[in-house]
């Protein structure tokens, strides 16, 4: 996921147009509401992918040991960050290096290194004098470093990786072999087994038309630079799932494009993303626009699940926004709920990672057309997809 901080979301909301101010101000009802921990602020960060990710964890842990915990980002951004250095030099800088990541990254730093609490490293910040995390410097010292190692005339030295776990050691903290937490001693992989969170009971999902249904694939996006594997449904499973998950008291990750000028960045609704239909879109009927572009269904069954005004998302619709970079890979969230507003439509209940950035303090409400539409992938139990679609995916 690339990385979409609270600087380029307060530029966004300043290019925002100023006809959302003459929308209908929606409020929100909530259908089921299921446990998450505190909002947190990745500030300037491209981590959104941690955030999101640990916070989909930390759900985990309210939904089965009915207890907070508060997991640490920095100990999963060290791990993923020299395991991407060393991914990009393995292969001469043909892996892109960056900020970004994906959900599987804290599968396998869970699998692989263990997790910590937050006090185990140093708050976000602290070492060089800030209150949250600001990578600005660190990612320019870090690219040059790797770049200068993956794309170099020499060859790698066996010492390099050591430099570069000297610049994450100043800045995110020394990654801690021991601690002790709530009376306890622990390892950062004995920490993890306490948890009693299997990775491999976590799963993603997601519906594209390039692909067979009911297999898996690597989506195509830089930050999927493991090449993990996600499950491919049609659309209308897809959103099943993700409902039926919510209505179950589960949580997932979401890793969604945010770029939208539609995504509730100003205006009486922000805070509410969804996907309008023109009104060129309520005459094209019939058309090829139609086929491609979707509009409000004139099926009474559907327009009954559709969000008044909005688009009918098709398959064919968010492949044609996928190949041609409308929708792009942009955020991860936590989805952990549904809502209705005082009309009587549905939407997601999102976390965000922007701390109390809008009226709903950093949550927001997602509408079904939007995550119909600009999803990339979810992170979510397998016990929480529909046993007649987990069957047909042989999970």
Excluded at 19 to 41: G, H, R
Excluded at 178 to 204: H, I
């Amino acid at each position: 996921m690339k990385k979409i901080t609270l600087a380029l979301l307060l530029l966004m909301m300043g290019n925002s147009i100023s006809a959302q101010d003459s929308q209908e101000t929606l409020s929100f009802t909530p259908i089921v509401e299921n446990p998450i921990t505190s909002v947190k602020n990745q500030s300037r960060s491209g981590t959104c992918w941690a955030f999101s990710s640990l916070g989909f964890l930390e759900a985990e842990l309210l939904r089965t040991k009915k207890k907070t915990y508060d997991l640490c980002e920095s100990f999963l951004v060290y791990n993923t960050y020299l395991d991407r250095a060393k991914a990009a030099v393995r292969l001469h800088g043909d892996i892109s290096f960056s900020q970004g990541g994906s959900f599987y990254d804290a599968v396998y730093c869970l699998k692989h290194y263990g997790i910590c609490p937050q006090e185990a490293m140093p708050q976000p910040g602290t070492l060089y004098g800030d209150t949250l995390y600001n990578h600005n410097e660190l990612d320019k010292v870090t690219t040059a470093y790797v770049e200068a190692i993956a794309k170099g005339k020499d060859k790698p030295s066996p010492v390099w990786q050591k430099g570069l776990s000297g610049i994450y050691d100043a800045y995110l903290g020394k990654l801690p072999e021991s601690f002790t937490y709530e009376g306890k001693d622990y390892t950062p992989k004995s920490f993890a087994e306490s948890l009693g969170l299997n990775p491999d009971d976590y799963v993603s999902l997601t519906s594209f038309t390039h692909h067979p249904y009911y297999t898996t694939f690597a989506i195509e996006v830089q930050d999927n630079w493991r090449w993990a594997l996600s499950y491919n449904l049609p659309l209308d499973e897809f959103m099943e799932t993700m409902e039926s998950a919510v209505k179950n008291g589960y949580t997932f990750a979401w890793g969604a494009d945010v770029s939208e000028s539609n995504f509730g960045k100003s205006g009486v609704n922000h805070g509410v993303a969804t996907i309008p239909a023109s009104a060129k879109d309520k005459d094209t009927k019939g058309s090829d626009q139609e086929h491609w572009l979707g509009t409000v269904s004139s099926n009474k069954e559907q327009a009954a699940k559709d969000v008044k005004g909005e688009m009918t998302i098709t398959p064919e619709l968010r492949q044609v926004a996928y190949d041609n970079w409308n929708t792009t890979d942009d955020h991860g969230m936590l989805i952990y709920g549904l809502a209705k507003d005082q009309n009587g439509k549905e939407y997601f209940m999102m976390k965000n990672s922007w701390g109390s950035y809008n009226k709903f303090k950093g949550k927001g409400y997602i509408s079904k057309a939007y995550m119909a539409y600009k999803t990339m992938n979810i992170l979510i139990h397998k016990d929480a997809i529909p046993k007649k679609i987990a069957k047909k995916l042989g999970l």
